[in-house]
């Protein structure tokens, strides 16, 4: 299984940017994908996930991004999409994407893509 | 939310030495405990779930204990190899989370 992560960059505050998982040797659809973060030097911290198709597809997040970020898949792609909007200061971060065999932790993960967000 | 608390935030172990880390949860997590190794500029690695379940490819000189809100990551023997960050997570509850991690550094 591979996750390979594309997007995120450096974008103003109230902007907005995207990032994208693409899944080799996993089929997305039938997988609960996570995005986890990291801020500078700082810890892990689980940001959202999309359910599996078969267990209906929604989304989940934290507070702290509830009503800023949304999840989407493309099964057509194999791919995950984190859009993450009206971006704070305190979003700057390491995104990860990782899914497991269970859905509770995590035995694969992406490469992590780096957001800034800074004016 | 479970708020997941790590000791020592770093570790100073000799090569070959023993080394035990520390994880508690502000309330009980019935097992549902999972630990991880980030080396630098890498993603997360999965070393232990259950507890005391060690992952795939995950060497029999980590082991995994503790039960409800305490538990431990032991590491019998360090190699080169084994120092790095190590972080604990609950997945008891939604949302799931993470220690602030121990970095475990050469003495």
């Known amino acids: 299984v591979q996750l390979v992560q594309s997007g995120g960059g450096l974008v103003k505050p109230g902007g907005s940017l995207r990032i994208s998982c693409a899944a080799s040797?996993?089929?997305?659809?039938?997988?609960?994908l996570n995005w986890v973060r990291q801020a500078p030097g700082k810890g892990l911290e689980l940001v959202g996930r999309?359910?599996?198709?078969?267990?209906?597809?929604?989304?989940d997040f934290t507070a702290p991004v509830k009503g800023r970020f949304t999840i989407s898949r493309d099964d057509s792609k194999n791919t995950v999409t984190l859009q993450m909007d009206s971006l704070k200061t305190e979003d700057t971060a390491v995104y990860f994407c990782?899914?497991?065999?269970?859905?509770?932790?995590?035995?694969?993960w992406g490469q992590g893509t780096l957001v800034t967000v800074s004016s | 939310e479970i708020v997941m608390t790590q000791s020592p935030a770093t570790l100073s172990v000799s090569p070959g030495e023993r080394a035990t880390l520390s994880c508690r949860a502000s309330?009980?997590?019935?097992?549902?405990l999972a630990w991880y190794q980030q080396r630098p500029g890498q993603a997360p690695r999965l070393l232990m779930y259950?507890?005391?379940t060690r992952a795939t490819g995950v060497p029999p000189r980590f082991s995994g204990g503790g039960s409800r809100t305490n538990f431990t990551l032991s590491i019998s023997s360090m190699q080169s190899e084994d120092f790095a960050v190590f972080f604990c997570?609950?997945?008891?509850?939604?949302?799931?989370?993470f220690g602030g991690g121990t970095k475990v550094e050469i003495k």
């Open positions: 040797g996993l089929a997305l659809n039938s997988a609960w």
């Open positions: 259950r507890t005391s």
């Open positions: 990782a899914a497991g065999d269970d859905i509770r932790y995590f035995d694969y």
């Open positions: 309330q009980g997590v019935s097992g549902n």
């Open positions: 997570q609950q997945y008891d509850d939604w949302p799931f989370t």
């Open positions: 999309i359910r599996s198709k078969i267990d209906g597809g929604a989304t």
